[in-house]
């Protein structure tokens, strides 16, 4: 009975995070495009220096700010939930932070996607406000799944939690291919509220999913 219970949590947290990948991954897709195609990328004039011939650097530079930020916040996330102790967050809970972390870092880019050759600052903020969903969610996820787990099907369910990983990518690459026929703001804007709603809707289910998972924490 208790395997029950906490194979619906599995379920909770699997759609969480497939929802969450499904945001987050537009890093490589459809903001890249956006850094490409609508965001000044010349150097020396974001620098303030003033030369005859600028450098134009290239949008993938831009991949290199999510890592970075993991590097900076991983060990403060680390020490955060250590400090918190007793009142650390529930696994729901850091899911839901999570979501709303990543769909307020979508919503910033909806007032910037409303114009061409913007500062990179907007998507820098994006970045770093998706990050702090990652460290909510990413590396609590697969051992919330291994402490759920059966433990002759510990196995299978750590697949259950990568395959949300890969759900998550191909519905960013299905939202990616919108980029051309949807007005960025609406795409953007679509992308912020799903995560947001989302977030809405498992904070009103943590308590029924820590029910579910029977004391796991």
């Given at each position: 009975?208790?395997?029950?219970?906490?194979?619906?949590?599995?379920?909770?947290?699997?759609?969480?995070?497939?929802?969450?990948?499904?945001?987050?991954?537009?890093?490589?897709?459809?903001?890249?495009?956006?850094?490409?195609?609508?965001?000044?990328?010349?150097?020396?004039?974001?620098?303030?220096?003033?030369?005859?011939?600028?450098?134009?650097?290239?949008?993938?530079?831009?991949?290199?700010?999510?890592?970075?930020?993991?590097?900076?916040?991983?060990?403060?996330?680390?020490?955060?939930?250590?400090?918190?102790?007793?009142?650390?967050?529930?696994?729901?809970?850091?899911?839901?932070?999570?979501?709303?972390?990543?769909?307020?870092?979508?919503?910033?880019?909806?007032?910037?996607?409303?114009?061409?050759?913007?500062?990179?600052?907007?998507?820098?903020?994006?970045?770093?406000?998706?990050?702090?969903?990652?460290?909510?969610?990413?590396?609590?996820g697969l051992s919330a799944m291994t402490k759920l787990a059966p433990s002759r099907a510990q196995g299978f369910v750590m697949g259950v939690w990568?395959?949300?990983?890969?759900?998550?990518?191909?519905?960013?690459?299905?939202?990616?291919?919108?980029?051309?026929?949807?007005?960025?703001?609406?795409?953007?804007?679509?992308?912020?509220?799903?995560?947001?709603?989302?977030?809405?809707?498992?904070?009103?289910?943590?308590?029924?999913?820590?029910?579910?998972?029977?004391?796991?924490?």
């Amino acid at each position: 009975m208790q395997e029950r219970k906490r194979a619906g949590a599995i379920a909770v947290l699997f759609i969480a995070s497939a929802i969450f990948w499904a945001v987050y991954e537009q890093a490589g897709s459809s903001l890249t495009l956006f850094a490409e195609r609508n965001t000044n990328r010349h150097l020396f004039a974001l620098l303030g220096l003033h030369h005859g011939e600028d450098f134009l650097y290239p949008a993938s530079w831009f991949q290199f700010v999510q890592p970075a930020f993991v590097l900076i916040l991983a060990p403060i996330f680390a020490w955060l939930w250590i400090r918190l102790g007793s009142r650390e967050p529930s696994y729901p809970s850091k899911f839901s932070l999570g979501l709303l972390f990543v769909g307020f870092g979508f919503l910033v880019m909806v007032p910037a996607a409303r114009g061409t050759n913007v500062s990179p600052h907007w998507l820098n903020v994006s970045y770093f406000l998706s990050v702090m969903g990652e460290m909510c969610l990413s590396p609590v996820g697969l051992s919330a799944m291994t402490k759920l787990a059966p433990s002759r099907a510990q196995g299978f369910v750590m697949g259950v939690w990568f395959l949300s990983i890969g759900t998550g990518n191909w519905m960013a690459g299905k939202a990616g291919s919108l980029y051309e026929t949807v007005p960025l703001p609406t795409l953007f804007g679509i992308g912020a509220a799903v995560a947001i709603a989302a977030t809405v809707l498992l904070a009103i289910l943590v308590k029924p999913t820590k029910k579910l998972m029977g004391g796991v924490s």
